[in-house]
Every structure is written in structure tokens, then in C-alpha cells.
């Protein structure tokens, strides 16, 4: 049997075994990888990829990363998990980094954003029960919004196509349009217009940029109106920055470029670039968890706080966000100039950092799903977010030459 023919076989071994035993959650794509390096990819046939998904804004250092490597196998080498029944020297070390690094004061650790977003959500009910005096406490979150699959997550996410045959959910939430500053001041009125005082504002879920909605950012204007409306209820305002947090904008945390500190943040994705782990982070003032309240059997377990470390040391060490504010302008310069040429095609470009997504034309029969197909084809890899925005979200060490590449590969789709 020719090498080619063994590596076939293996691909196809591995897709029967999907169809046979993994449920399908996925549209996969008909693409199985076998390693990476950097910013590159490569499938089981030897084909070579750009990588501008990183495990959807995942792995910031990139793939095969010595300094990530490094650390998680010298832990391994020590101890890979113990309970949280126990103190944990790493989890210390990455919270005291973490809230030295925010406006935050404490960090519950977890193993993903949607963990993140329901400790968030717990969090925000305990305050208004104890401290609003709240029966019924309500959360607003934002139309078009994603907060996570789980059932209150997906209660949170402002997008019925994810809360469709999943009913009864969660009650609680109230949704308000993104970046419209007098539809909130209205839902915030209705809601504490409730005479008898049992029910009321909790807490107002945001993203700095809307990703799976279509990489919209929030206005500054938009974010002040959180943050004073939050003042004026008693409310907290809780950002999440699952996808937007490390760097991936251009400053370690999205907020910092919106004029305001929220109450309490939430992150994940690139937090273990690309092992799993989350953070809550909140404020003292509502910081009202006791023993009991909440918990997680692998958040922040040694191995998945070495790797936290490690990504934390790479941004300061590495001078990562430098790179990421010029590569993301290179990417933005680039793409505009596309628009330009393909006027009838590309009719927007919008986001920050090394979070980019391409408008394609409402008029204009190309889907997103269409370009990323063809530009996988053409050996770049994205994302959709939406059907007509394409997501564009590499490692943080992205280099000049290889946003060249993935542009030139765009044009020529």
C-alpha cells in the first residue's frame, strides 16, 4: 500500500468512526488535521493551512508552542489535578495575575465560557436576593448576543435559532438591541417599574464585541449607558470577554478600550491557549459566593493554571499585544483596500485587534460559509460569524508576511 493510500485510509477510518460513535453536533468540515506549528495547520494528507481560526480565537501562541509546552509537562511531571478541597500554589498565581491585570478583585476558575457566563449569572442572582432584596432578579443581555449552549446560556444568547426545541428556559432574561442606547433606558424603566418591588434589575451581560453576532463592536457611548444605568439600579454590569480577552483586541481586555470597569468579567478561549480553562473575575463589593454556592471539579486545576500562566508570561514577555495592534492594522488596511475592489462583494470591514470580520454584500449571492469553504480550499482557514461575515481570528504571534498571505488568498477567492 502507497503512502498515499495509507493516509486516505486513515481519513477515512476516522470519519466512519465519527459517523459511527460522535454525535452529530457539528458541521464538520471535510478536513482532519494532524499537527501545527505557529500559525499553520496541516491535515492528514500533508496539505499546509494559514490558520486564521486558532481553534476559534483559541490558541494565541500559536501551535506546538515551546513555552506552553514547556510548562504544562513540568507540571505534569508534578501533579496534573487535585481538588479544590486543597490550596493550589498555580490557581494563586494566576488569579493574583489576573486582578492585578483588570479592575477586578477575585477569580473563580472553571473550564469554559459558558462556565464562566452561569457563574457570572449565579453570581448577579445572589446579589440581587441578598443584597437588592430581589424575589425575581432579571438580567438583560443583547439581542444577537452568544453567552454559551448551555440552557441558561443559551437563555442568556440574544438569538432564538440557539434556544429553538430547548424550552422550558431559563426565566429571568430580558433582550435589548446592541449598541441602542434609548431601547435600554427603556427596558430598564419597564423593568423597575414593578410596584411591588419584588422584581428587579440584576445585572445587565455585554460583549465588547458582538463575535458569533457578526463582529460588532460596542460603542463607547453605548458601554457608558451600561455603566450608568448599573449605578443608578444597584445592577452589575458584567462583561463577557470569553472570546475577546488576552489580547485578542489589542489591549488584555476589550473594556479598556470603552471608558468604563465593569463589576464583574468573564474569559475563557484563550485564557490556557488552547487548554481548557475559565475565569470568573468580580469586584469585592459583589463578591457574595460562600463555601457551597458554586464550584467546579476541574477549575483551575494545576495543569490548566500552568498553561494560564505560561500564556500570561507570553503577553508580557513576548510583547504580544505590540504584535497584535499591528497586525491587526496590516489585516484592516489590507481587507479595505478588497472592499475597494470588490465593492459589489466586500461592503464592510469592522473590529479591533486581531478580531476582524468582513462584511460580505446583503445583495451579493456569496454566504460566508461559501468564502471560508473556498478559502480552505485555497489552504487559509476562518470562521463565519453569521452568513455574511466572514471571522478572521489568528494566533496572537501572527507574522507580516503570513497576513500577506491570507490576503492574497482572500483576493484570489
Not at 85 to 92: G, M, V
Not at 264 to 279: H, S
Not at 316 to 325: S, T
Amino acid at each position: 500500500m502507497s503512502t498515499l493510500e495509507k493516509v486516505e485510509t486513515v481519513a477515512l477510518s476516522v470519519t466512519e468512526s465519527y459517523n459511527q460513535n460522535v454525535m452529530n453536533t457539528y458541521g464538520r468540515y471535510p478536513l482532519t488535521i494532524s499537527h501545527g506549528k505557529g500559525s499553520k495547520l496541516y491535515d492528514s494528507e500533508g496539505k499546509e493551512y494559514l490558520d486564521f481560526c486558532a481553534g476559534i480565537a483559541t490558541c494565541i501562541l500559536g501551535h506546538s508552542s515551546e513555552r506552553l509546552k514547556s510548562a504544562v509537562m513540568a507540571q505534569l511531571d508534578s501533579i496534573h489535578h487535585c481538588s479544590n478541597l486543597y490550596y493550589i500554589p498555580a490557581q494563586a498565581q494566576l488569579a493574583a495575575w489576573l486582578t492585578k491585570n483588570s479592575a477586578l478583585d477575585k477569580a473563580f476558575f472553571c473550564n469554559s465560557g459558558a462556565e464562566a457566563n452561569e457563574a457570572a449569572i449565579k453570581l448577579a442572582r445572589k446579589y440581587a436576593h441578598t443584597k437588592l432584596g430581589y424575589e425575581f432578579p432579571v438580567i438583560i443581555t443583547a439581542v444577537n448576543s452568544f453567552h454559551g449552549r448551555t440552557v441558561t446560556a443559551i437563555t442568556a444568547t440574544g438569538q432564538t435559532k440557539y434556544q429553538k426545541n430547548f424550552g422550558p428556559l431559563t426565566p429571568g432574561f430580558e433582550y435589548t438591541p446592541f449598541n441602542d442606547v434609548e431601547a435600554l433606558k427603556q427596558l430598564v424603566d419597564k423593568i423597575q417599574s414593578n410596584s411591588e418591588g419584588r422584581s428587579g434589575l440584576a445585572a445587565i451581560l455585554i460583549e465588547p464585541i458582538q463575535g458569533e453576532g457578526g463582529v460588532l463592536p460596542a460603542t463607547k457611548e453605548y458601554f457608558k449607558a451600561i455603566r450608568e444605568v448599573c449605578d443608578q439600579t444597584g445592577a452589575l454590569m458584567m462583561v463577557d470577554e470569553v472570546q475577546t480577552g488576552m489580547g485578542r483586541t489589542g489591549t488584555l481586555w476589550a473594556y479598556e478600550q470603552l471608558s468604563v470597569e465593569p463589576d464583574v468579567l468573564t474569559n475563557a478561549k484563550a485564557l490556557g491557549g488552547g487548554i481548557p480553562i475559565g475565569a470568573m473575575l468580580c469586584k469585592d463589593f459583589c463578591n457574595v459566593f460562600t463555601p457551597g454556592d458554586h464550584a467546579s471539579t476541574y477549575g483551575g486545576n494545576p495543569l490548566a493554571c500552568a498553561a494560564g500562566l505560561a500564556v500570561a508570561k507570553a503577553i508580557e514577555e513576548e510583547k504580544l499585544l505590540d504584535n497584535v495592534i499591528a497586525r491587526g492594522k496590516q489585516f484592516r488596511e489590507l481587507a479595505n483596500r478588497l472592499s475597494i475592489k470588490y465593492p459589489d462583494v466586500i461592503t464592510g470591514v469592522r473590529g479591533w485587534g486581531l478580531l476582524t470580520g468582513v462584511q460580505l454584500s446583503e445583495s451579493s449571492p456569496i454566504t460566508a460559509s461559501e468564502v471560508t469553504a473556498g478559502l480552505m480550499s485555497a489552504g487559509v482557514l476562518v470562521v463565519p460569524a453569521g452568513p455574511k461575515v466572514v471571522r478572521f481570528i489568528p494566533p496572537l504571534i501572527v507574522t507580516e508576511d503570513e497576513v500577506n498571505q491570507a490576503m492574497n488568498k482572500l483576493d484570489s477567492v
